[in-house]
Nanobody, 125 residues
């Protein structure tokens, strides 16, 4: 089970940090990711991190502004979001990959088998 939190309302240029807490003893063996879905748009990949925490990948739209990290001792992943813009407004979902200990971090939603409930991020201009 994944529980996302940390969303809220922020002005353009501001920052937020999202958290996603996972239950279970195998969290540290799965790649994790954040996706988002804006109103009227399809869900899109935002960031992903390897199961070791040593590798990450980002959507071009957030590179240099967002940073994903994980704390395997706490079964938690984070998404630090800086320089937020109105186009970042969306519901953000954390997700766990279906397969364990994969070497690559997939971009596609169907590769992820478990999803959190989502947390709303609203950026005002």
């Amino acid at each position: 089970q994944l529980q996302a939190s940390g969303g809220g309302l922020v002005q353009a240029g501001g920052s937020l940090r999202l958290s996603c807490a996972a239950s279970g003893r195998t969290f540290s063996t799965y790649n994790m990711a954040w996706f988002r879905q804006a109103p009227g748009k399809e869900r899109e990949f935002v960031a992903g991190i390897s199961w070791t925490g040593g590798r990450s990948r980002y959507a071009d739209s957030v590179k240099g502004r967002f940073t994903m990290s994980r704390d395997n001792a706490k079964n938690t992943v984070y998404l630090q979001m800086n320089s937020l813009q109105p186009e970042d407004t969306a519901v953000y979902y954390c997700a766990r990959e279906r397969l364990t200990q994969r070497l690559t971090i997939p971009l596609s939603g169907p590769e992820y088998g478990y999803w959190g409930q989502g947390t709303l991020v609203t950026v005002s201009s």
